[in-house]
């Protein structure tokens, strides 16, 4: 099992920036490829970002590709989500995931593990 528990949600203007933080409990976080999910009220959860265990590959949607960055710190055990220039259509709660193995997945249904999830609100 591994417990995930987001951190870094609130509340920020239109252009303004938030990172989000993902923490693992299990000290084999580097043997999990991570991804962040948003979804928005009444709306399905979107893929957002995702990484490879290593680091060394990681993947957008379109709608934040340029605007976000995920990263991992394998001795913290913690994924991050840097989100800059943020729309108020980038309102959503934010879920942190993990997967058992080194490819990168983009489909909610691949992912093993969920945090509680985190509120990102973006005011105009």
């Known amino acids: 099992q591994v417990r995930l528990v987001e951190s870094g949600g609130g509340l920020v203007q239109a252009g303004g920036s938030l990172r989000l933080s993902c923490a693992a409990s299990r000290r084999t976080f580097s043997d999990y490829g991570m991804g962040w999910f948003r979804q928005a009220p009444g709306k399905e959860r979107d893929f957002v970002a995702a990484i490879s265990w290593t680091g060394g590959s990681t993947y957008y949607a379109d709608s934040v590709k340029g605007r976000c960055t995920i990263s991992r710190d394998n001795a913290k055990n913690t994924v991050y989500l840097q989100m800059n220039s943020l729309k108020p259509e980038d309102t959503a709660v934010y879920y942190c995931?993990?997967?058992?193995?080194?490819?990168?997945?983009?489909?909610?249904?691949?992912?093993?593990?969920w945090g509680q999830g985190t509120q990102v609100t973006v005011s105009s």
């Open positions: 995931a993990g997967r058992l193995g080194s490819g990168i997945a983009v489909t909610s249904k691949n992912y093993d593990y």
